[in-house]
């Protein structure tokens, strides 16, 4: 094991800021040091809250987490401060795989406080709107003691509905002069809000953006994603549909307000274990694909592939029977 | 299994267009790597912590201000104090000739002018990487 990871683990990642950080890269290279930390810490889980943020680039959702870490870290009143972990997440580029990840440009304001850890990543690839590892390094700041997490999604459009899997609370971010034919929020998306927010409340057009909204969630008769039981004594959540105005400030509390509401409302109804079952259920299946394919991967003899290829080019072959042998040679047997 | 050199390119300092860092933070992206940029007017203190929180390979400072004597000293001792003293610092920017060998001296790997190829650089930080 690696000198990073003893079984004490969770004692000494507990406030460590650069062991989380260290443990952070494993994880991203998803290294043997990486995995043991996540295996060893797994007990010691489950207990943040996280919250995703997404919406199309330049909307302001770097600058929305921003202000909702300085919400949360000045508190409601009630509770002591919560630390604050921060994921935000940039495309690679698909031509060299380098990225550059610019999000902590608006996060300024969180320097210095050390309640707060500011994670960049780079998608490598993935193009579900977070990086492969994105659960995990959100479950190492869970172990570190981060109560509030925050994941900003790469934000490329209809296809991110994996924070819906990873967050709690999805909220989804809107603003005008997107253009509201070409809204970046189609029905796709609007489904995993639990929260819409319109930001740059500031410009011409917000009236706007809010009525398209809105009629969005009445066409699909929206009311979070726990409206499909359906009857009329389970707790319904209604989604709100917000304004702010985040390069100022404006209107983040209330969006931290609606989150907490919206914890709660998980918490009071059954949607909490069934989300955090579905979501435990998702990771094991893609675990398992992975872990097959690696296998196969691994164990497949040398030229094994390329030989297929050409029998398959030449018509000698077939596909259905070349996939039976592939698997048979690297120790798969099913038949 | 998917290891990516991770630099973080910083603007220390008060001055206030970053036009040369962000020409390096793309020429990096472009050979492959991931550059974490932090924007304008970052205090060392900004800088150490960023470099600490996103555990970077390399930091590279632009600074076009003059202040480079108090900056960069400062940053490096912030960089050991908190853990990170095998991370190698680059410094960009306009440095005078006799500043260089002060700024070698604090800890800098190296100095780069406004006349410097970004492919140098790529290739500095390639081989700095490849002797980890
Ligand atoms: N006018 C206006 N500009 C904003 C607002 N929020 C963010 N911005 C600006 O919008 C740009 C993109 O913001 P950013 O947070 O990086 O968006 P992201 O790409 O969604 O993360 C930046 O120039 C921000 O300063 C707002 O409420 N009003
Ligand atoms: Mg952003």
């Known amino acids: ?49 996280i919250i995703g943020i997404t919406g199309a680039p330049g909307v302001g959702k770097s600058s929305l987490v921003n202000q909702l870490a300085l919400a949360f870290r000045k508190g409601t009143g009630k509770e002591t401060k919560p630390h604050v972990g921060i994921i935000a997440v940039d495309p690679s580029s698909p031509f060299t795989g380098g990225a550059i990840l610019g999000d902590r440009v608006r996060m300024r304001d969180l320097s210095g406080d050390t309640g707060i850890f500011i994670r960049s990543m780079a998608a490598r690839g993935a193009i579900g709107g977070l990086a492969r590892t994105t659960a995990q390094v959100a479950r190492l700041m869970d172990a570190a003691g981060f109560e509030v997490i925050l994941v900003e999604t790469v934000g490329a459009g209809q296809a991110e509905v994996e924070i819906a899997s990873l967050a709690h609370t999805t909220i989804v971010v809107d603003a005008p002069g997107l253009g509201d034919d070409i809204q970046a929020i189609k029905a796709g998306i609007l489904e995993i809000a639990d929260i819409l927010v319109v930001n740059k409340a500031d410009l011409p057009g917000v009236e706007n953006t809010e009525r398209a909204l809105q009629a969005m969630l009445q066409l699909s008769n929206h009311s979070g994603r726990a409206s499909s039981a359906g009857s009329s004594s389970t707790p319904v959540w209604e989604v709100p549909v917000l304004r702010t105005v985040s390069n100022k400030g404006e209107g983040a509390f209330e969006v931290m307000e609606n989150a907490l509401a919206h914890l709660h409302f998980l918490r009071t109804s059954n949607e909490w274990e069934k989300r955090q079952h579905l979501r435990i259920r998702d990771e094991v299946e893609n675990l398992v694909m992975q872990t097959m394919q690696q296998h196969w991967m691994k164990n497949l003899p040398p030229s094994a592939l390329d030989k297929s290829v050409e029998a398959l080019y030449s018509r000698k072959a077939t596909p259905y029977q070349t996939v039976k042998d592939l698997l048979k040679l690297s120790g798969f047997n099913f038949d | 299994m998917d290891q990516k050199i991770r630099v973080l390119i910083a603007k220390p300092g008060l001055d206030g267009h970053d036009r040369g860092a962000k020409v390096i933070a793309r020429a990096l992206r472009d050979a492959g790597m991931e550059v974490i ?79 410097s190829a970004t492919t140098q650089i790529i290739d500095d930080i390639q081989k700095l990487m490849a002797e980890k």
């Open chain 2, 37 to 115: 940029y932090t924007g304008l007017r970052q205090t060392p203190e900004m800088v150490a912590e960023a470099a600490l929180q996103e555990n970077v390979d390399i930091v590279g400072l632009s600074i076009l201000s003059g202040a480079h004597l108090t900056l960069v000293p400062r940053i490096i001792e912030l960089m050991q104090a908190n853990g990170q003293s095998k991370v190698p610092v680059f410094v960009g920017g306009i440095i005078p000739e006799e500043d260089v060998n002060v700024l070698l001296d604090a800890g800098v790997k190296a100095v780069y002018g406004p006349g």
């Open chain 1, 1 to 49: 094991m690696s000198s990073l990871v003893s079984s004490r683990l969770h004692e000494d990642i507990w406030d460590n800021r650069l062991l989380l950080a260290r443990l952070i890269t494993e994880v991203e290279n998803d290294t043997a040091t990486g995995r043991d930390a996540l295996e060893i810490l797994y007990p010691h889980t489950g207990n943040a809250y």
